[in-house]
Structures are given as C-alpha cells and as structure tokens.
C-alpha cells in the first residue's frame, strides 16, 4: 500500500487526528476502530448544522487516506476558548458570558426531522453504561420519559475546548454529538461535563478546579438570563445526562457521576 504523505499534524483526539490537507481545508482522520457509518453520520450532521448558518466549519468529503478513513473541513485558523482563558485568566467572565450566548443562539435554531432525536441517544447512551447500577438505569430511563421533547438544535458537547476564537468571531466545531432535542438536556451535559471535570481527577490543580466551578457559574447564569423560566426542569436532566455519560467510560469522572446519577433516588 502507498501512503499518501500527510500535511502537519494540528491536533490529537480520542477519536481522530487533524491534519493540514489541501490549501484552506484540514482533514479529520479517523482511527481505525471508528465505525465509516459514524463518519458518514458526522458528515451528515455537518451539513445539516451548515445549512441552519451558525458558525461551523464546512463539511467536504469522506476520504481513505493511509488505510485510515477521514472527512475533510474548510481550515478555521482560530484558537480554543479553553486555551485563551488557560492565558488569559482574567477574561473568565467575558468568556462565560459568550459561550451562553452562543449556546442560546444554537438553540434558537430548529433541525433537520433526519437528525436522531436527542431522546434516542439518551437512551441508548443509559442502556450502554455499564457502570451504572440497574436501579438507576431503570430510573433514568423513567424520569428521561417524563420530560419533554424538543425540536431544537443540540450540540451535545459544548464546552470552551469546542469553540475556536478567530479573527471572523467564534466558530463551533465537533458536532458529532448532536441531536435535535430539548435545549435544557444541552445546558445540562454542558453543566455534566464541566463540573464533573472540576469535581474528579480530571482537573487535578485545587485553583483550576475553582476557576471552571467560576466559569460554570457565570456561563449558567447568563444562559437563564437569555432563556428565563426552565431552571427546575434543568435541574430535573442533571442526573439524567449524569447517567448517559457513564457509557463514554472515563475512569477519573465515573465516581462522581454515579453520584450524581443517585440523586434519582431522592427525586432531585
């Protein structure tokens, strides 16, 4: 097999490498133990979110580079949030405020009917968590039937790493989590992933750990201040998405999510 020489290593990934491609684009390349059919519905999901006209990178094509199947993106030369606040401390509060405005802007938007519905891959998502108890398997899954549908568009992984500060304004990227849902279930995995990585091993530093509870706080009080009046039923996801991350496996955040995914147990 001939290998084809790749462009400059941008980024590493769980699930996939970035490289430079072509003049303008960059190329997602995928490891081998990821599915081609979750690609194509990445690719999917891509074109979809374009269409709405948020600020998304463009989707290109699927490719097989080196035995190894990639998509290709326009190039976004832009730099993390996350990163711009590990520099810029001090920006904490102006930073928290524009990811929930972007947040609230996505969810202003309605998807595709093709798009998975958010309460399907909830629900796929607690049947896979092989750390959670069956007890409270059995009530995630009753309380995520008790709360209510939606039609708007759900990243399912918002949080500062996933969006990139560039001289055009903020763009979104990894929409491989999305769903067309209930923009509280969204808000409430943000909350899961951000306090579950300041509660856990995730974040080890005791002063990181109080910046992000900081950043969460000042995000979470400016979203409820664009979008009034769904703090109770926010609060009534939390334990449900809790759960649902079990499935992702990561070791160093399983103890606290299982404790969150307990309050099911007292109703709150």
């Known amino acids: 097999m001939t290998n084809t020489p790749l462009g400059e290593l941008i980024a590493r990934g769980r699930t996939a490498d970035i490289h430079a491609w072509e003049d303008g684009y960059v190329l997602k390349l995928f490891h081998n133990w990821f599915e081609l059919e979750d690609i194509e519905y990445e690719a ?5 979110v374009q269409a709405s ?7 290109g094509a699927i490719v097989q580079v080196n035995g190894r199947n990639g998509l290709v993106y326009k190039r976004v030369d832009g730099i993390p949030m996350l990163e ?46 092989t750390a959670l108890p069956a007890r409270l398997q059995s009530l995630a899954l009753a309380a995520l039937d008790s709360l209510p549908d939606g039609d708007r568009i759900c990243h399912g992984d918002f949080h500062p790493a996933n969006v990139l500060l560039t001289s055009q304004g903020e763009v979104v990227i990894d929409w491989i989590d999305a769903s067309r849902g209930n923009p509280l279930a969204d808000v409430a995995r943000t909350t899961i992933i951000t306090l579950g ?20 706080a000042a995000y979470l009080r400016q979203y409820f201040k664009l979008c009034p009046g769904g ?14 991350r079990l499935s992702e496996e990561i070791p160093e955040v399983e103890r606290w999510l299982i404790a969150e ?3 099911l147990e007292h109703g709150s």
């Open 44 to 48: 999917r999901l891509a074109r979809a």
């Open 53 to 59: 006209g948020l600020p998304v990178p463009d989707v």
């Open 84 to 129: 711009v606040l590990g520099r810029k401390p001090e920006l904490v509060f102006r930073y928290a405020r524009r990811l929930a405005v972007l947040h609230a802007q996505l969810h202003a938007q309605g998807f595709s009917p093709e798009i998975p519905p958010q309460r399907r891959r909830l629900e796929n998502k607690i049947r896979q968590a």
């Open 197 to 216: 990585a300041a509660n856990s091993a995730q974040i080890s530093n005791p002063v990181m750990k109080a910046f992000v509870r900081l950043f969460h």
């Open 231 to 244: 703090e109770a039923e926010y609060q009534r996801w939390l334990p449900i998405v809790a759960a649902a």
């Open 261 to 263: 995914a307990q309050k």
